[in-house]
């Protein structure tokens, strides 16, 4: 009696009629009798359904001779193992050589996935796939080893497939990715916290003020939006976006903290729409230090005498 892994070799075979007809009727009894097998003959069979109505143009030629090649030297490199095995594999690749089913489904599964999944795709039998550069590792277990606030540099670890170690400033690219990333990602408020240390001087770069940003508005931790809005200080006056960042905290941020600070980042600003929320909060916040810097402020940006 064969066993449950032989059948299961034999049942895409069974479905593209690739068998003959005695090892088919065995093959059919055994499913009858095992559950297991008979799963994966209905999901093989749903497959071979999907792929068979996908609307695709059929391959070249020259592609199906190229699968008949590779499918006929891989069987003849397995003959090896055994005088019995080799002679059924050889009598397999014999069959499967003019078999443009066989060669079909192999194709057509190619070309669906292809669709399906843009970039992937079937390697070619002999050819092993090109390790993951690290510009498409995901980025994990950052560690900070060094960061000196004087100098800007950052000594710091962090995982991708292999352990990785950078030293340099924010200024080198691939260290200002992972601080950003880190930033945005990272469930650990300590090292959102110094991630957001080093990134402090590098708010002209775009991918760093939309970090800094994001904490602003999203960071569950008080200390990491701080943090942010000490960065974006500076710009207010000059940044719609980071503006409104600054306002929102104001107006929305549940940490007393925060909405001063947010208060002191909007010092340089002059518009009718900063005084109002300015007004507002000196009036309805209900921390009182929130209050009185609120009304210092509406002071200082109101002409002198002007009737409040």
């Known amino acids: 009696?064969?066993?449950?892994?032989?059948?299961?070799?034999?049942?895409?075979?069974?479905?593209?009629?690739?068998?003959?007809?005695?090892?088919?009727?065995?093959?059919?009894?055994?499913?009858?009798?095992c559950a297991a097998c008979a799963a994966v003959f209905?999901?093989?069979?749903?497959?071979a359904g999907i792929l068979a109505s996908a609307p695709m143009?059929?391959?070249?030629?020259?592609?199906?001779?190229?699968?008949?090649?590779?499918?006929?030297?891989?069987?003849?490199?397995?003959s090896s193992?055994?005088?019995v095995e080799g002679a059924r594999a050889g009598a397999l690749?014999?069959?499967?050589?003019?078999?443009?089913?066989?060669?079909?489904?192999?194709?057509v599964a190619g070309f669906a996935v292809g669709?399906?999944?843009?970039?992937?795709?079937?390697?070619?039998?002999?050819?092993?796939?090109?390790?993951?550069t690290e510009g498409a590792a995901t980025i994990a277990n950052v560690d900070f080893h060094e960061n000196d606030p004087l100098s800007d540099r950052v000594s710091l670890?962090?995982?991708?497939?292999?352990?990785?170690?950078?030293?340099?400033?924010?200024?080198?690219?691939?260290?200002?990715?992972?601080?950003?990333?880190?930033?945005?990602?990272?469930?650990n408020a300590g090292l959102r916290l110094e991630a957001l240390d080093v990134l402090r001087r590098h708010v002209d770069d775009r991918d760093v003020r939309q970090a800094l940003l994001r904490a602003v508005r999203e960071d569950e931790n008080a200390g990491a939006r701080l943090k942010a809005l000490e960065a974006l200080t500076g710009r207010a006056a000059g940044d719609p976006e980071v503006r409104g960042a600054i306002v929102q905290a104001l107006l929305k941020d549940p940490n007393p903290g925060v909405r001063v600070r947010a208060i002191d980042a909007l010092k340089d600003t002059r518009g009718p729409e900063t005084l109002a929320v300015l007004?507002?909060?000196?009036?309805?916040?209900?921390n009182e230090y929130v209050r009185q810097r609120s009304a210092a402020l509406v002071s200082e940006m109101l002409p002198q005498g002007t009737v409040r």
Request: overall charge neutral; charged content about 35%; glycine content about 6%.
């Open 115 to 132: 669709r399906a999944f843009p970039g992937a795709g079937l390697p070619s039998l002999g050819h092993r796939p090109e390790p993951a």
């Open 81 to 83: 193992r055994g005088r």
């Open 157 to 187: 670890t962090y995982d991708t497939l292999l352990r990785t170690s950078l030293s340099g400033t924010a200024s080198d690219p691939r260290i200002r990715r992972v601080l950003v990333d880190t930033v945005r990602d990272n469930r």
């Open 1 to 33: 009696m064969m066993s449950c892994e032989s059948n299961r070799e034999r049942i895409i075979l069974m479905i593209y009629g690739e068998v003959e007809e005695s090892a088919r009727l065995d093959l059919e009894a055994h499913l009858a009798t």
């Open 42 to 47: 209905e999901d093989e069979r749903r497959t």
């Open 279 to 286: 007004r507002r909060l000196a009036e309805q916040d209900p």
């Open 57 to 78: 143009d059929g391959p070249p030629e020259a592609l199906l001779q190229r699968c008949r090649d590779d499918l006929h030297r891989a069987l003849e490199k397995n």
């Open 93 to 107: 690749s014999r069959r499967l050589w003019w078999s443009p089913a066989w060669a079909t489904a192999l194709l």
